[in-house]
């Protein structure tokens, strides 16, 4: 059983002991009510969703599709340091039509934290000192990504769909989350079609030689066999 709400890091580890990934897991309501969840559903539109002091502001085309954005307030999780303390604490989910976790956008949302005037002015602690702070799941700690106040609000934005948090840190300053850019979809490659194989063409049998024909020996002309007769004159002695 948990002991108080907050946000918990579970890691999970295989067989053989070896660290497979770091999950969290935020709790609220362990002992008591602190506000139910808003589950948000979104589309390619631009979308503005309002918890309490939290506002995000989600531009026409910053999803990769249809998603649920769940809000829900947690109680603040120390910080284990003196100088930091966490005000309030929301953790933020995304998921798709398939319940997959969707952790980045293509294009960066706004985080705004509203604090109204006549509340600034009843804290105990000096306004200037107040940051907004997101969860950087990598590295597990928080991240300050606004230190001024503007008309009552801090705001900042990001391309992580992550938790939120105000923070009370003099002397602190703004470290930018960086923003993860979005990889573009490998347009599929057409097959293509197969070259049918050509059909080996038969060898052609060697012929045979033909023996020469040896040579007729010519034959003679007749006329050539006859003798030839000489005729002399005859002559009287």
């Known amino acids: 059983m948990l002991p108080r709400n907050g946000l918990y890091s579970v890691v999970v580890r295989d067989a053989n002991e070896i660290n497979t990934g770091t999950y969290q897991l935020g709790v609220s309501c ?11 559903p979104v589309d390619e539109h631009e979308a503005e969703i309002t ?8 531009p026409a085309g910053a999803l990769h599709g249809p998603l649920t954005i769940s809000i829900t307030p947690v109680e603040p999780m120390p910080m284990g340091g003196e100088t930091v303390q966490v005000l309030r604490q929301f953790a933020i989910m995304a998921y798709d039509e ?19 005037a006549t509340q600034l002015a009843t804290q105990p602690f000096n306004p200037d000192d107040l940051r907004l702070a997101l969860w950087d799941r990598t590295n597990q700690r928080w991240v300050i990504v606004a230190d001024e ?54 060898p052609v049998e060697p012929v045979e030689p033909v023996d020469p024909v040896e040579p007729v020996e010519p034959v003679p002309d007749a ?9 002399l004159p005859l002559v009287q002695r």
């Open 149 to 202: 106040l503007h008309t009552a609000q801090l705001r900042a934005t990001s391309s992580h769909l992550t938790n939120v948090a105000l923070l009370l840190a003099p002397g602190t300053s703004v470290e930018p989350v960086e923003p993860v850019e979005p990889v573009e979809p490998v347009e599929p490659v057409e097959p293509v079609e197969p070259v049918e194989p050509v059909e080996p063409v038969e």
């Open 51 to 58: 918890w309490g002091d939290l506002e995000l502001t989600i």
């Open 30 to 40: 362990v002992h008591g009510p602190c506000g139910a969840p808003s589950q948000t």
């Open 98 to 116: 398939h319940h997959e976790v969707i952790f980045n956008t293509l294009h960066p949302i706004t985080y705004t934290v509203r604090l109204g």
């Open 223 to 231: 006329d050539q066999n006859q003798t030839e007769r000489v005729f």
